[in-house]
Structure formats: C-alpha cells, structure tokens
C-alpha cells in the first residue's frame, strides 16, 4: 500500500465548485480528470455528497488496483464476498486511515460519513467502458428506487462495523 502518493494540488475555490456541481447533480457526485483519454496510468478527483450511491462493482484485470486518497470528508469503503455480503468496512478520513488500495477483482463500494467527501484515485490500464468495471448483480442499479432502500442498509452496516481498520 502506497500511502505517500503525490496528490495533485487542488485549491478551496477548486474544492468548493466540485462540490457545488456535484450537490446539484442528479448523482450528488463529480469528477474531474486528470489523465488523457487513452493513458495508462488514471487519476481523477471525485466530489461526492452524502447521498450518493454507487453500485457496487469490482476491477476485473490485474492492473486495476485502486488507490483512493481522502482529501476532505470521510467515507467508508465496504467490501464484499461473491453473494454480496458486507465482510469488511474500512473508514477513511483526515487525521486517521487516508488512504487506501482497494486490489482488483474485489466487490466494493462506497458510503459517505459527511455532508461531503473529495477523493484523489488512481488505477492503471487504459480506460474502456466495455471492461473498466464489472456491476454487482446482486445488488440494485444506481438512480432506481430500489437504491435509496439499499443505500440506507448500507448506511446501517457500515454503523455495525465499530472498528477502524
């Protein structure tokens, strides 16, 4: 686990438009991209707000480990067996665990502590919607009414994993 990354600067003005674009978004989340279209090496800034849901999914190629960096707010990364059952929870935030590598082919997802959360991430491997991420089926799609219910008992199970890891 790389822990001493060189994160890109990203300004209070930068920070705080993130964030508005990403409260007035329909997905209560943005990203800004650093890399070219076509590089090898991925890393972007992603603002998202309390309620945002994202389906859990995995990184299907050996070269897909992700590098999440907490640069404000706190989030909590859950990971999953196979049936879709939360086996690990771990808590980033300023000032405790601010980083890390989630390995690839690895079921996750994310659930936001604050109002509010900014990550730095990268991965490796060029970018091809078809192949970059592989959705759960085990648990609902994004945006559907189905997700609000999961979101909330995710909610409760990060609340139900005590401690930091």
Request: some cysteine.
């Amino acid at each position: 686990m790389t822990n001493k990354a060189t994160i890109p600067n990203l300004s209070q003005s930068e920070i705080k438009g993130g964030v508005k674009i990403a409260d007035a978004s329909y997905r209560k989340r943005h990203h800004k991209i650093l890399h070219q279209q076509g590089s090898e090496f991925n890393e972007v800034f992603n603002f998202m707000m309390k309620d945002t849901y994202m389906q859990p999914h995995m990184h299907p190629g050996d070269e897909k480990i992700e590098n999440i960096h907490i640069i404000q707010g706190k989030l909590a990364v859950i990971f999953f067996d196979d049936d879709g059952c939360a086996d690990q929870v771990i808590r980033l935030g300023k000032n405790n665990q601010e980083h890390i590598e989630v390995p690839a082919f690895t079921w996750h997802t994310y659930v936001m502590l604050t109002d509010s959360v900014v990550t730095y991430e990268t991965m490796m491997g060029k970018y091809d919607p078809d192949t970059w991420k592989k959705m759960a089926t085990w648990a609902p799609e994004e945006n559907i009414n189905k997700s609000i219910s999961y979101l909330k008992r995710l909610k409760q199970q990060v609340s139900g994993f005590n401690k930091f890891k």
